[in-house]
């Protein structure tokens, strides 16, 4: 009997950590601070990241479509008559099929893939962060759906949940929890994580087969087409066209796809405040003037002929651009700054895709170079504001 008490002793601890963990998630915390800086705001941290998570609900839905419709369109072509696994009999067992016209058919069959992605990587999160409130005597940190969340958004269907644990874990962990939690990281904890994956596990974005759930079946993203293949007349050889790929009609993540999609999320953030529509248009300006530059550079190399409003829609240079690039932890908090950020991000997107093809996405190797260089680029601008107001004290003296 007294083993049992003392082994009820040292689990609930980590139980209570678990339960705030969960009771945490979802809940808008109360808006009081119990320390310095006090300020009168029904906002909070977890009601921020949520604008972040509601904006992205078109693009998720468009990406769960595209992912199901790339799928049927493989079955169909490759003619199975049976699949193996778990989801394959759910959408058999309910009549729903594999028809890739049924839009309910192709939104169904890439839920069945998301599901599983997002639910371990939140559990991955919560996990981490509870021992972390555990061993730190501290109250459990917000923003966790939101990187459970996007780090899911940027998964191909394809990844191995032992590998969602291990990205979800060393983002959350090395991204955000060592330097104290929400607003003090460095990087974009779900950026990183993806990043940790692409570099240790190459295969989760970079193998065979990896972005359409269909065995034996490898159809790779029209941006690895691109840079793969040596330019722009592989798109016109397979039939894609500008407005499928803006639809978001093309071999993808879960969210990254269509660009329609990404649209409402954008004016969402922008009209709530949550995000900087400087960055954005800065990094739409960066992306259009280097894309420019190395077309009238380099003509005789055909990935410099792509032209930029055809990079606007390839990978997820939209959707980094609207839903990572604008954390404002990360990122550039100066008005002045955020538009040098955002060019930060749009050069480096191109620079990184023309001049370094063993990493076709661009956009999240810009993200990461332009957050190391976010402090910088605050401190040039607030250094230049206080040179102007010197001056003009001076010569009002």
């Keep these: 009997m007294n083993s049992w008490f003392s082994l009820m002793r040292q689990i ?44 992205s609900l078109p693009a998720w839905l468009a990406g769960l479509w595209s992912i199901g419709h790339q799928a049927n369109l493989a079955i169909a072509q490759l003619q199975l008559r049976e699949l193996p696994g778990w989801r394959a009999a759910i959408l058999e067992h309910a009549g729903i099929g594999f028809e890739a016209t049924n839009v309910f058919a192709c939104f169904s069959h890439g839920l069945l893939w ?17 021992l ?15 990187i459970a969340w996007f780090f899911s958004l940027l998964m191909p269907a394809t990844v191995p949940l032992v590998q969602v644990v291990l990205g979800m874990s060393f983002g959350v962990i090395m991204g955000k929890l060592i330097f104290g939690g929400s607003g003090r990281y460095l990087f974009n904890p779900a950026l990183l ?5 692409v570099f240790s596990y190459p295969g989760v974005v970079f193998g065979e087969g990896a972005w359409v759930p269909v065995p034996r079946y490898d159809q790779p993203t029209v941006l690895e087409l691109v840079i793969d293949e040596g330019g722009f007349a592989v798109v016109a050889a397979l039939d894609y066209r500008w407005l499928q790929l803006f639809i978001g009609n093309q071999p993808g993540s879960f ?19 949550a995000a900087s529509w400087r960055v954005m248009l800065g990094s739409l300006a960066g992306l259009t003037g280097t894309v420019l530059l190395f077309s009238y550079l380099g003509t005789e190399n055909p990935l410099f002929t792509i032209p930029w409003h055809w990079h606007a829609v390839l990978g997820g240079f939209a959707f980094g651009t609207v839903f990572i690039a604008t954390d404002p932890v990360a990122g550039a908090l100066t008005p002045l700054g955020r538009w040098g950020y955002g060019v930060l991000v749009g050069i480096f997107t191109v620079v990184v895709r023309l001049a370094n093809p063993s990493y076709y996405e661009g956009v999240m190797f810009a993200i990461l170079l332009a957050s190391t260089f976010a402090p910088l680029i605050d401190h040039a601008v607030v250094a230049h504001h206080a040179r102007l107001r010197h001056l003009r004290e001076k010569s009002q003296t």
């Design 114 to 130: 998301f599901l599983p992605v997002f639910v371990t990587a939140l559990l991955a999160g919560v996990v981490c962060q509870a």
């Design 255 to 273: 969210g990254t796809t269509s660009v329609l999609a990404i649209l409402p999320g954008a004016v969402w953030l922008v009209f709530t405040g």
């Design 193 to 197: 994580g993806v990043a940790f994956l």
């Design 132 to 146: 972390f409130a555990r061993f730190r005597q501290r109250p459990v940190d917000d923003g966790l759906l939101y």
């Design 12 to 55: 609930k601890p980590w139980s209570n950590a678990l339960q705030a963990q969960l009771e945490n998630l979802f809940r808008v915390p109360a808006p009081l601070t119990l320390q310095a800086p006090h300020i009168r705001s029904e906002g909070s941290v977890q009601a921020y990241w949520n604008a972040f998570v509601i904006a």
